[in-house]
Structure formats: structure tokens, C-alpha cells
């Protein structure tokens, strides 16, 4: 750590000044972080840093991001889809739009060797939560053909409507594992966000246990605050990634919480908590 404690001079400390050499880690976990906590680091910076800190990967990324991530030896375990948190599959009528980009996205997704890309139920609206599931089914049903040749998953992301997304509709693990049944296929998984359905239903080991077949991904941050994993947050992060090796997991979980220090020191101690 002396190294990135000689980097913490700030927000904005060049990553030059890390001087941290290529570290092992213990092969359990695959390691990924979210660029857009990072605003202050360039995408060059922080992949270069991940390799560094022994990740695998930074994600959320557009296909004019993909040569970043791998001139590091790095993917994009989650990559950027079409339509946003609230507009998604959820209505009829995004859908020509949403499958449109699906379509041009998942082959671009696959060429670069990526396993993964992000979906969203949208917001309610009003929309009662079996219509949107039907209509989330209808939808994503007619991209998983495209999905399986390419043997690219789609992963629909739980976030939490009490705090940060106020009316979107996939929030809960019970719903998004319903909409999973529907779809029946393995190239549609949940994005599991730790942070958001702590918010949301705590009891987070137990359905990391009890609903791990339909999870394809994970996503941390502390709460509350969304910022470091560490002792000033509620969540066990040890104990909640050894449940998630214990399930068998092999894809990937990703950091993706809002430094309040040295972005680069949080992310490496955020790594290490993490590597179980």
C-alpha cells in the first residue's frame, strides 16, 4: 500500500505517482470497476491502474471504449446496452427501439471477446409489476436468440427504488428472478447490485444463495453513501464475496462505488476486501 498512499495527494495525483507494481491476487474472484466513478481519472488511467491492482477488467463501456480495456490485457466484463435506467423493456414501445440496438450492440460485444452487456426494466409509471413483467418477457424474448449464437448474456440490472432510482420497476430479487423464469434462457441473467438491494431487502447472503443460478453479475458499494466498502458501511463485503465463490460464481464482481478519498487507494483496498 505505499505506493498508493504516496498517490493520495489528492483527487487528481497522476497515476505515475502510484509506482505500484502488477499484483497477484488469489483467482477466486474476477475483479472489475465501473469507469464512471472515476471521473476525474481518463479511461487510460484507470485500466492501466486495474491492470496494475491485478483486475480484470473496467466496464460500462461503449464499443469506441472496448481498444482502452484490452491494449491493458483487460475486458469489458459489462458492457453499455441501448436505452437507459428509465426507459426500457418494460413498455411496448420501446421496444422496436431497445431490440434495434440490441441487435447492432450484442455482435459488437462478442467481437471484442466481451461476456456480457446491461438492460433495465424502466420505470413504473403507473405500470403495475405483472404487466411489466410481460411486457420485459415479450421484449427480451426476441434478442435471446441473437444472444445465445453469440454467446453474449444480457443482464438486467437491480437497482434500488427507494433511494437512488425512484419508480423503477426491477427491484427486487423475487421480480427480476420471475422475469428470468419467463425468459428461459442462459444468456438472460440479473446484474445483482449488493448495494441497491441492501437498500431494498437486506438479507443479502441468503438470496446470493438462494437465487444464484439467475445471477450473472454483481456490482458492490457500501451503504449507506454508496462510497468505500470498509468499516464506515453496514455491509460484511468478506463475507458476502466468500458466499458468492461458495455458489460456484465464475463471472465477475465489480466495484463500483463513489470514492470519497484517493480514488485510486480506495479502489486497490476495495480489490483486496473483495479477494476472498
Not at 424474448?141 to 419508480?167: G, Y
Not at 445471477?215 to 454508496?226: D, E, L, V
Request: proline share 4%; aromatic share 8%; with cysteine.
Amino acid at each position: 500500500m505505499a505506493g498508493v498512499a504516496a498517490a493520495s495527494v489528492g483527487a487528481g495525483a497522476s497515476l505515475e505517482a502510484a509506482e505500484i507494481a502488477p499484483q497477484k491476487l488469489k483467482g477466486n474472484v474476477h475483479h472489475s470497476v465501473c469507469k464512471w466513478c472515476y471521473p476525474d481519472l481518463s479511461l487510460e488511467e484507470l485500466a492501466q491502474a486495474a491492470a496494475q491492482f491485478g483486475m480484470h477488467s473496467v466496464e460500462l463501456l461503449n464499443p469506441d471504449q472496448y481498444a482502452v480495456v484490452k491494449k491493458h490485457g483487460l475486458v469489458c466484463a459489462m458492457a453499455n446496452g441501448p436505452g437507459g435506467i428509465t426507459k426500457g423493456f418494460n413498455r411496448i414501445e420501446h421496444h422496436a427501439e431497445l431490440i434495434e440496438g440490441f441487435e447492432r450492440m450484442i455482435p459488437q460485444v462478442a467481437d471484442a471477446g466481451f461476456p456480457n452487456i446491461i438492460c433495465f426494466s424502466g420505470n413504473r409509471k403507473g405500470l403495475d409489476d405483472e404487466t411489466g413483467l410481460e411486457n420485459c418477457a415479450i421484449g427480451l424474448k426476441k434478442i435471446m436468440s441473437l444472444a445465445e449464437k453469440h454467446q453474449v448474456t444480457v443482464c438486467m440490472e437491480l437497482l434500488n427504488s427507494k433511494v437512488n432510482h425512484k419508480d423503477y420497476q426491477c427491484d427486487h430479487t423475487s421480480w427480476g428472478v420471475d422475469l428470468a423464469k419467463r425468459i428461459g434462457s442462459e444468456r438472460f441473467k440479473l446484474l445483482y447490485d449488493i448495494y441497491h438491494m441492501q437498500i431494498m431487502e437486506g438479507d443479502v447472503i441468503r438470496n446470493i444463495r438462494t437465487y444464484h443460478e439467475y445471477i450473472g453479475h454483481y456490482h458492490t458499494g457500501g451503504n449507506p453513501g454508496r462510497n468505500e466498502i470498509d468499516e464506515t458501511q453496514e455491509l460484511n463485503y468478506p463475507a458476502i464475496c466468500q458466499a458468492i465463490v461458495d455458489t460456484g460464481f465464475k463471472g465477475y464482481v465489480a466495484q463500483e462505488f463513489i470514492p470519497k478519498r484517493h480514488p485510486l487507494g480506495s479502489l486497490y483496498e476495495a480489490v483486496r476486501t473483495c479477494d476472498v
